[in-house]
Each structure stands twice: as C-alpha cells, then as structure tokens.
C-alpha cells in the first residue's frame, strides 16, 4: 500500500468485513509516515475480532516496488494459501469463500478478471471503459487460449508451491511480478485459473494524464512480455478491425465503405455492453461517449507506448529490459504514475 | 547401473511439458539420471529474437527461474525417484543457412551463458563452470578443430544416429532429444557410476558410458533389460568383449531382442559368443 486514495477506508474495510471462517489480514507498508498507516491502525481498532497485522518496512530484493513492500508481509504470513490484493480492490464479503475451492492441487494461481467501479472524472471514466472492455477481452482471450493471465489485483496461490521457483522474491527484477507468477506456475506444470466472479476495482478520481501514463505503463509491460501481441493490439479493437473490414467487404462486395464501417463498430459496442454488464460495471448514459473516446484515442496511446522503454511508478522512473525485467531506478520523481 | 537422458526440452524452451512432468515421466521409468537443457538462442540474430519474442529460448530474465525450479525438482526428484537431474542448456545458433547453424549441449551448469560468442568461446564458458561441453551433429564438420574443447559428441539424438560420429572415435553420448512424452522411444546412455552429478559429469569425461536404445513398452522393465549388461555386453559389444567398431558399439534391448543401430533385431541367445559386424545402422552375426 501506499498513500490514502479516495474510498481505501471502504475498500481495506471489505476485507474486514470477509465471512470466510479463519483468515489473517496483512497490510504492507513501505514507510511509517504514510498515512495509510493510521487508517489501517483505526480499521483494526475498530475491528478487534480480525485477526490483522500492519508491517512496515520495504526489503530490497530487487527494482519492482511492490515486491519489495511485500515481502516482511510475505514471509511473516501464518497460513500457506496467500491472496495478494491491491488497496483499490473492495471485495464482497464471500470473496475468499468463491476464491478457494478454486485452488486445487492442479492449480498455481486463481486470478480474476476486473471490473472497474465507481469511477469519477474523465480520466476515471475513460480507466472504467478501458479495464470494462480492451483489458476484459484480452483476459479472457488470453486465458481461452492458454497464456498464463494473471493480474495483481487478485492472486490467490500458495507459498509452498511458489517456493519451487524461488518465491516472490524471484519475481522482483520484473515490472509485470503477477504475469510472471503466473509463467513461473505454467513450467511447474500448473493451471491458472480465473475466478467465477469478477474483481471489483474501485477506480475513484483520475485525470486525463493519470489515465494516459498508467496505460503507458501497462502497454509497456506488454510490449517487453509479449510484443508481438502488443503490435497486434489495434486489431483488438473496433476502429482498425473496421477500416480493414470495410476496406475488404467494398473491394471484394461493394459494400458501401461508412455504412460497413458504422455497423462494425456499432456491433462492437453493442459486444462490449455486454461485457461490462457481465462485469457489473456502471453503464450510465454516457457510456457510449467515453467508450468512442477510448477508442479514438486507442491509436495514439498505442503509438506512445511503441515510444519508449521507460515508466513512471511509485515515484520511480524506471527503464524497462527486454523480457520485462527492470533496470534499476534511473531517478525519483515526484508523482505515482 | 543407471540410464540417462540427458538432453531434454522443457516448456522453458521449445518442449510440450513442464519440468516436474518430466521429473515424474522419467522417475516412474525408473531412469537414474536426467538433463534439461532447453534452448538458449543467440541475442543478436533475427532468428534468436523471434525465439525470445515467442518464449521458445532462456533469457537472463528467466534463467534465474529455470535454475531454482531446477534445483527444487531436482531435490524432489532424489527423494522420490533417487534420479539425479542435471542442470543444463542447450546454446543455440540457427540459422537458414545449415552450416552456419550450431548447438552445444553444457550439462551440469549453473551461470547463464550468452550464446553470440563463437562454439569454441561457448564450449569454453561451459567447461569454465565445471560443466561439460557436447557438441552435436551440427558441429560435425568442425569436429578436428573443436576436438579439444569438447567433453562427448552426441553420437545418436532421438532415434537418429550419425554414424560418421560413431565411426569418427571421438568421445561420445546418446540422447534423448526430448521435447515431448512421444520422443521418450529414444537413444538413451547407460551410465555404471554413482548416482551423483559430479560422477556423471566425470563418467562423460572418462566414457565410462553405453549407448542404448531404449523402446518404450507398455509392460517396459529398464532394470530387466539392463539385466542383460550381465551377459558381457558393458565391456564388449559381442559378449567376448571384441569391438568391432571403436569400442561403443550402439545397443538396444527390447522385450527379448536386441536392437542394433536402429533397424536391425537379434535374438539375444543367438548373439551369444558370436562376433558382430556393424556398418551404418545395419548389423550382422558372423560364425564365431
């Protein structure tokens, strides 16, 4: 964790509020005057009967932030069966009660797919339609097909089994740990499974720059993971897989370039309603505005992320090596991507 | 008595199934010793790259994973199977062009090696780690000036055998060329030391080693077969100890025949005190 965004009392309160029979409750902590410190120290007074500990203090094993922060938490867990979660997820209380039958001996990781919720500000909205829709597809794309898709948000594994690959520790040199959890799973022989229901992520405000360099971070992370699917990603969408579309169906059939385009892309979001009403996210009446928005701006966000190998996080500016590894910190700055 | 395979592909690289699959393949057969040593491809070339873009090479990003699930399964393999593994790599450079092409197998590794370097270089990194250098057949061609950089020559890989290698006296293994459960029906090495990853590695070095065929069988019984190392076949190739062909003649057990090369069947109790004569993967009992 770090830093107090907008709904984390409700959020860590979720978990408090679980209704699985034993659990414990680990916050992790980098620096004793975040003040997220005192909010999780209010939560647990106000909660004696859950069994939860704040740890603070960050160990360098490697570049990736996270991993660092987790790791006292890591190592001090009491129970084998590890969900890692982020501070702007807010599950329901029979979370862990979907999740665990999930994780069976055949099993290394149950992750899930996303919803983003209660979104605020363009660039919330514009976050809400991308992580509905794009991320959502890729997901369960991904997972049909095969590739280990594993996303932070939501890991439920167990440490016993990621210590045949040298535990999260051996995760630190990349920028994607959760994708590479979910690699080092598949070459122990292990299945990777998504959970039944989605993880409901509670996006809050962001700008349209916060929007912006966070899919830059993320499309980069993709491009040195999996860059031949990254350089596929435009297809993925409504706007290229329809010029292509209508470029073909006018040559070959003489259908009327706009109206086959028009269809086409009337008939994706038409799809992607349904994916986000699958996913249980908002659909208010603006919702086709910010999805055209997205879309139209799919193309330049696509070309910046080709740009470079650098992205901003934690406060960090870090340069990305091929294979996903990073290098270590280049400089500080002074906002979080 | 133990037998080996000691070039194996795993999900790291190019093969179907993941390293504790192997483990438990190989265990439940009853081998005493296995290799992986997936794929690890030039940086530099257009081929390599396109091998790290879709996963099929070790790159130092990953190695550090490959090492430690090796390590952990090779613990587990001891405690279950009393089967060593061994860890090891594959360096690799393809190329359209096939004289251009060139692999060497270093078994018994444990630093990553870039494989841009020349095979001389490369042979060289290997041994300087303790690791042991095998050329392949790609290498054949060179096989004067790399004599002295190299610790075994893969004779035989999969159920191919290179008979120019087998006839060239050179030091020499077979192997497996595993990349998924139907490359298990393979050539194989039988090894008469310790158990142990040193005492391979040195058992490569001094050759005290067989080439073996091994035929997977629903009913197969590696120690029944092996049995058959009783009748004199470790230290001759006729049973009398003649060797008509550099001293490591191929064999192959299977049910009650003795395979030669890849082709040709003998009853063992005819093959008894009788002489052989090899040529290519062809063979013939002569009077004794």
Do not use: Q
């Given at each position: 964790m770090k830093g107090v965004d907008s709904g984390l009392r409700e959020n860590l309160q979720s978990f408090f509020s679980l209704d699985y029979p034993k659990f414990e409750l680990i916050f992790s902590v980098a620096?004793?005057?975040?003040?997220a410190c005192r909010l999780i120290e209010d939560l647990m007074d106000k909660n004696p009967g859950v069994d939860a500990r704040l740890i603070i203090g960050a160990v360098?094993?490697?570049?990736?932030p996270k991993v660092n922060n987790m790791m006292r938490g890591y190592h001090q867990a009491k129970y084998d069966v590890t969900l890692i979660s982020d501070s702007n997820v807010r599950v329901p209380a029979n979370y862990l009660t979907v999740l665990m039958?999930?994780?069976?001996?055949?099993?290394?990781v149950v992750s899930a797919v996303v919803s983003g919720q209660a979104p605020q500000g363009l660039g919330g909205r514009l976050e809400a339609t991308f992580v509905n829709t794009f991320y959502a597809r890729w997901m369960i794309l991904g997972s049909a097909l095969?590739?280990?898709?594993?996303?932070?948000k939501s890991m439920l594994f167990r440490r016993s089994v990621s210590a045949r690959f040298g535990g999260i520790q051996n995760l630190?040199?990349?920028?994607?740990e959760d994708f590479m959890a979910g690699q080092a799973m598949m070459h122990l022989g292990l299945k990777i499974k998504h959970m039944r229901i989605p993880c409901p992520q509670v996006i809050g405000k962001h700008s349209f720059s916060d929007f912006w360099n966070r899919h830059v971070r993320w499309g980069r992370m993709r491009k040195v993971q999996s860059p031949l699917a990254l350089f596929f990603e435009?297809?993925?969408?409504p706007i290229v897989s329809g010029l292509l579309g209508a470029f073909a169906a006018h040559k070959?059939?003489?259908?009327a370039f706009g109206t086959f385009f028009a269809a086409h892309v009337g008939f994706w979001f038409l799809n992607d309603l349904v994916v986000m009403s699958f996913l249980g996210a908002e659909i208010p009446y603006a919702t086709p505005l910010f999805w055209l928005l997205r879309e139209a701006t799919s193309i330049p966000h696509w070309m910046h992320i080709l740009s470079g190998n650098t992205v901003l996080w934690r406060g960090a500016k870090l340069k990305l090596q091929p294979g996903g590894t990073l290098a270590e910190p280049a400089s500080a700055v002074a906002r979080t991507a | 008595m133990f037998l080996a395979d000691l070039h194996i592909h795993s999900?790291?690289?190019?093969?179907?199934?993941?390293i504790p699959e192997i483990v438990d393949l190989y265990g439940s057969k009853g081998f005493g010793a296995i290799a992986l040593t997936d794929h690890l491809c030039e940086s530099n070339t257009l081929m390599g790259k396109a091998a790290a873009y879709m996963n099929r090479t070790l790159t130092p990003a990953v190695f550090p994973l490959y090492m430690e699930i090796l390590r952990t399964e090779a613990a587990r393999a001891w405690d279950q199977y009393k089967m060593v593994v061994l860890p090891g790599i594959e360096l690799t450079k393809n190329?359209?062009?096939?004289?251009r092409s060139a692999r060497i197998l270093g078994l018994g590794i444990s630093k990553y090696i870039e494989a841009d370097a020349d095979v001389v270089q490369l042979a060289r990194a290997i041994r300087a780690q303790g690791a042991v250098a095998i050329a392949t057949e790609t290498l054949l061609s060179k096989r004067t000036e790399l004599a002295s950089e190299i610790?075994?020559?893969?004779?035989?890989?999969g159920k191919k055998l290179s008979v120019e290698l087998l006839e060239s006296g050179l030091p020499k293994i077979a192997t497996g060329?595993?990349?998924?459960?139907?490359?298990?029906s393979s050539w194989k090495t039988v090894f008469f030391c310790e158990r142990h990853p040193q005492a391979i590695l040195d058992a490569i070095r001094n050759q005290d080693l067989k080439l073996f065929q091994y035929q997977e069988e629903s009913s197969h019984d590696v120690s029944k077969h092996l049995?058959?190392?009783?009748?004199?076949l470790r230290n001759g190739t006729d049973g009398?100890?003649?060797?008509?062909?550099?001293?490591a003649l191929p064999l192959s057990v299977t049910g009650s025949k003795i395979l030669v090369g890849s082709g040709t069947s003998f009853d063992p109790q005819a093959f008894e005190g009788r002489r052989l004569r090899v040529a290519g993967e062809s063979a013939e009992l002569l009077q004794s």
């Open positions: 620096d004793a005057r975040d003040p360098e094993v490697g570049p990736n039958p999930d994780l069976d001996d055949e099993t290394g095969g590739f280990p898709m594993v996303i932070g630190s040199k990349f920028l994607a435009p297809v993925n969408g070959l059939f003489g259908v | 999900t790291f690289s190019d093969g179907k199934l993941a190329s359209v062009i096939n004289h610790d075994a020559w893969e004779v035989a890989c060329g595993f990349h998924s459960a139907k490359h298990l049995d058959l190392g009783g009748m004199g009398r100890g003649n060797d008509p062909v550099h001293g």
